[in-house]
């Protein structure tokens, strides 16, 4: 499985972005699927995941309200709807697939996508 993740850019505070995460292999469909974001300097903290059918989702305290994960498996892709943005949301973000339950640690995770950069301005 190879995960390519999109969507990053430069928005203002209380802004929005949409990042997708697209995966390859017909096996992604039956994968749990997370996002991971890492500032410079900081460790790799999980954001948000769902399970394999969509039906059950996962957030951090810190994007609780502000961020939506979704999933179009007829797509083999997976979102995160990413609104009110704020400055300390600017990290690296990343997607990962492929643990066996809805997992919050990155060494649960089998797949990793590249990251794509999302950088919110004061």
């Known amino acids: 499985v190879q995960l390519q993740a999109s969507g990053g850019g430069l928005v203002q505070a209380g802004g929005s972005l949409r990042l997708s995460c697209a995966a390859s292999?017909?096996?992604?469909?039956?994968?749990?699927v997370g996002w991971f974001r890492q500032a410079p300097g900081k460790e790799r903290d999980f954001v948000a995941a769902?399970?394999?059918?969509?039906?059950?989702?996962l957030y951090a305290d810190s994007v609780k309200g502000r961020y939506t994960i979704s999933r179009d498996n007829s797509k083999n892709t997976v979102y995160l709807q990413m609104i009110s943005l704020k400055p300390e949301d600017t990290a690296v973000y990343y997607c990962?697939?492929?643990?066996?339950?809805?997992?919050?640690?990155?060494?649960?995770?089998?797949?990793w996508g590249q990251g794509t950069q999302v950088t919110v301005s004061s």
């Open positions: 990962a697939a492929a643990s066996l339950y809805l997992a919050t640690m990155p060494n649960e995770y089998k797949y």
């Open positions: 292999g017909r096996t992604f469909g039956s994968m749990h």
């Open positions: 769902i399970n394999w059918s969509g039906g059950s989702m």
